[in-house]
């Protein structure tokens, strides 16, 4: 899948079948007024349930994934930005193979201060899950399953199927 970005005065945001880099989404926040930079990066384990994992692979719907990104990071990170008080934000998901020890999703938030940066990356982590149209398949060493997530679950969207 080709890059995909949007972006607004202080936020951007990126599905990207390429390597994602921590690096690139701390430098889009940095900002003279920001006292704090907190990120978050959800990395794929290898393990779960006592299982060795070999890879996970996010797959979207190309077409939906982006209009879907596009209205709903655009609500996310706006309404992150006004809740914690942010002073810029990035966001950064992966699709295809993502192997063992490697990021799946980048968030950078930065702030006058700590607390709100390190609220911001828990918050849009959540709203990322219970919003945007991305699968994961979780793959062992003797065999794979799609796997469902159980925020879209409690948040009444299972029908969306999100990573």
């Keep these: 899948m080709e890059p995909a970005s949007i972006s607004g005065e202080q936020w951007a945001a990126r599905v990207s079948g390429e390597a994602l880099d921590l690096a690139q989404c701390m430098q889009f926040v940095e900002d003279p007024g920001a006292g704090a930079i907190s990120t978050f990066s959800g990395v794929t384990r290898n393990s779960f349930k006592g299982k060795a994992v070999v890879k996970l692979e996010y797959e979207c719907y190309t077409d939906m994934a982006l209009k879907k990104l ?38 950078a938030a930065s702030s006058a201060h700590r607390l709100e940066a390190i609220q911001a990356c828990h918050w849009v982590i959540d709203a990322l899950k219970a919003t945007v149209p991305i699968w994961k398949k979780e ?25």
């Design 70 to 107: 596009k209205a709903r990071a655009q609500d996310v990170c706006e309404e992150c930005c006004q809740k914690h008080a942010i002073i810029r934000l990035a966001v950064a998901h992966r699709v295809g193979e993502v192997w063992v020890g490697q990021p799946s999703v980048l968030i």
């Design 139 to 163: 793959f062992f060493e003797d065999g794979s399953i799609w796997k469902e997530n159980a925020e879209c679950q409690l948040l009444g969207n299972s029908s969306e199927g999100l990573a």
